[in-house]
Structure formats: structure tokens, C-alpha cells
């Protein structure tokens, strides 16, 4: 099946991988049962040019650390959503893209909690295909779709999405791979499907992680599978307000996203020319 992946979709399998490796952790923040099996063997293969490039044989890591931050980005999100399914009572939560997300399958959710699982087809049908035999925790719906062509919104409705109820939307490792225009395009969009009061949250990069040397042995192994990183802002909360969303941003290292784990320093967010990863959460304003 994995034969069938382009390359933005193999990235699931890279991040599956990396999930799988956090889980045999003794002092792992998280636990996902599904990702080693999600994984197979081209998303370990995938994972190890990720080291390669991180930890070079006789050399100081320079670049940022892709198995921290997926462990923290993921174990931020989790606590994130289990926190504000509980709070909102029973919603509606959106993966888009779902990848390999595993969350329906490996946390527990309120009742009635219903999980939509937007990707394209291919991807989709690889982790049906990998979790036939596994029973989700949640009522489970997916939704094969290209988040950058026209018309998904009404697949999405058609699987039983109800725009006028709350919701929960997640945008993770999604951004840093489109272009601007379209990363505008794709709020919108999302935007006009939830209600007044809904929640967002997304991952994304500042525009000096697309440019700067410490950066580039990274973005040079993701150019060089063919889905470069191509998107970034200093200003995500602008980003977001600018589509009637307001949000908060966070980095990795900071209070409440830092879990123990993240190796670097964290510059104010006044200080130009560095690196930064943001984790954006909040809500949909009323109209």
C-alpha cells in the first residue's frame, strides 16, 4: 500500500514513526499502541534520514530536534483535545489532514464524541488497510478528501458534519507544506464550516525556519523527497485573527509546552532572525 504514497503523504508514515519510537520510551510523554504498525518499514527508513540529518556521525546536533518536538507537539495536542472535548461536552472534532493520527483508536473521549478524519484517499485507505482489526474509542468517520481542491467541504457534511454545532478543529504538520495564498484559502474555508465559539488549533513555523543555516540540512532531506517546507510566519496570531479566529501561540520550551523535553532555548518572541515553532490554539469568533 505504501507503494501507492506520494511524497507529502509518506510524511505520515514518518510521523508515525517517530511516534513509535517516543512510545518506547521509559520517560515517553505519550503511548500510541497503532503507530509502529502505521509506520512499517518506510516509515522507520524515513525516520532514520531524519537522525542521519539531526545527529551526524562525529558532529554536534545543530539542527532543531524532529523526535522531541513530535513527541511534544504530540503530547500538547493530545492534552488539548482531551481537555476541550471534555469542556465543550461531546463535540464534534475535525483531523485535517488525519494522517496517521491514532487519537481515535489510543485516547479516551466523552461519549459521543464523533472524530472526522479528513485525508486523501491513499492515505486513508493505508491505515484502514494497517487498523482493520483495531475497534476506535470514539465514533470514527473518514472523509477522503483534498484539503487543497475544491468542493470537500461537502463530503465533509455529507459524512454527517453539522456546521451549526460546536466543533474542534486540528491542523497539525499540515502548514509549513503550503503556500500562503492557499494557507489563507484553507482558513477560510475551515472557518466557514464552524460555529460561533468553536475551537482551532495548528502547528506551524516562523518564516526565518524556511531560510536560516541551522535549519537546512533538515529542510534539504523533506526538499529532497519532494514536499519542501514552504510557509511560515512571525505572526500567527495575526494569521488567525485575519479569518475571525482568536488565538493564542505558544513555543515548544515555554510553559505548558515543554513536558521536560525540549532541548533548546526559547528567544522572546521580540528577538528577529531565529528559528521558532508555534503552537497556535483558540477559538472562532462570534460574526
Known sequence: ??????????????????????????????????????????????????????????GERSVPSTPDYNA???????????RVARADGAPQIVLAPAGMDSRAYRLRWPAGTRLFELDRPAVLAHK?????????????????????????EEDLLAAGYDPQRPSVWLLEGLLHYVAEQEVHRLLERVAALMSPGSRIAADLVNASALTLPDVRPLLKVFADWGCPWVFGTDEP??????????????QPGEPGADFGRWPDEVPARSVRGVRRVFFVHGRKRPA
Open 72 to 82: 511534544i507537539r504530540t503530547r500538547f495536542l493530545d492534552d488539548h483535545l482531551h
Open 1 to 58: 500500500m505504501t507503494g501507492t504514497l506520494d511524497a507529502v503523504e509518506r510524511t505520515s508514515l514518518l510521523t508515525a514513526a517517530l511516534r513509535a519510537a517516543e512510545s518506547s520510551r521509559d520517560d515517553r510523554l505519550f503511548d500510541d499502541p497503532c503507530a509502529a504498525l502505521l509506520a512499517g518499514d518506510t516509515g522507520f527508513a524515513l525516520l532514520g534520514r531524519i537522525r542521519e540529518a539531526t545527529y551526524p556521525p562525529g
Open 128 to 152: 484502514h488497510e494497517r487498523l482493520k482489526d483495531v475497534r476506535p474509542r470514539a465514533e470514527r468517520r473518514a472523509v477522503p478528501v483534498d484539503l487543497t481542491s475544491p468542493g470537500w
Open 237 to 250: 496570531e495575526a494569521l488567525f485573527d485575519a479569518h475571525g479566529f482568536t488565538v493564542r501561540a505558544v
